[in-house]
C-alpha cells in the first residue's frame, strides 16, 4: 500500500496550478495525479446507476407495507360485514364483499403505508457519504514528504487535506473509492509527526 495525501479543488484550472506547485516543490509526475469525483451518489457502482444496492428510503418500505395490509384488510372486512348488517344480504355476498373490501383495503392500505417512510423523513442512509465533489489533486508521498505536499497543497487553495492508503499504479490513485470516508490530515498531525 502506498501513502496518498490528496485535496479538493472546485476548477480543474485550479487542480493544475497546484499540480504545477508540486512539481515546482521538487514532487515528480509519475506521483501527481488530477481527477474529478462526482457529487454523492453519482458514482455508477452499479450498471443501473447509483451507489447503493436500494434506496435508503425504501429500507422500512416492506415492513411499512405489511402493516398497512394488516389495517386495510382489517377495515374493509370490517366494511363488508357492515354491508351485510346493512342490507340483509345473502351470506355468500356478504363474504364476497368483505373479501374484496379487505383485498382493496390491503392495498391502499400498503400503498400509503409504504410511501409515508419518503413523506416523514425516516431516511436511514446504509452509507452517508462524506466526501464533497470537485478535483481531486492526489499525490504519492512517502512519510517523510507528506507534510510538505500537504502544505503545497494547502497554500493553492486545496480544501479538505486528506491521507489515505492505497494503490498507485501507473501514476494515478488506482483502488481510490468516492464513497470512502476521507482521513483528514490537519495541521495537528503535521506539527507533531
Known sequence: MSLIVAARFTTFPAAEDAAQKLFDAGFVEEDVTLFFVNPRGQHA???????????AGARDAPKRARMGV?????VGAMVGVA?????STPLL???IAAGVGAYVGSMVG???????GGKTGHHLPFHEERRDSGVLV????????????????????GAAIERASGRWQQG????????????PLNEFSEKHA
Open 172 to 183: 494515478r490513485w488506482a483502488d481510490f473509492d468516492p464513497r470512502k470516508t476521507p482521513e
Open 110 to 116: 400498503a400503498m400509503s403505508h409504504a410511501h409515508e
Open 83 to 87: 354491508i351485510f348488517a346493512a342490507f
Open 70 to 74: 394488516t389495517i386495510g384488510a382489517v
Open 138 to 157: 492526489a499525490v504519492h508521498v512517502s512519510p517523510d514528504n507528506q507534510f510538505d505536499a500537504a502544505r503545497v497543497l494547502r497554500e493553492a487553495g
Open 93 to 95: 355476498i356478504s363474504l
Open 45 to 55: 457502482r452499479y450498471s443501473i446507476g447509483g451507489d447503493t444496492h436500494t434506496d
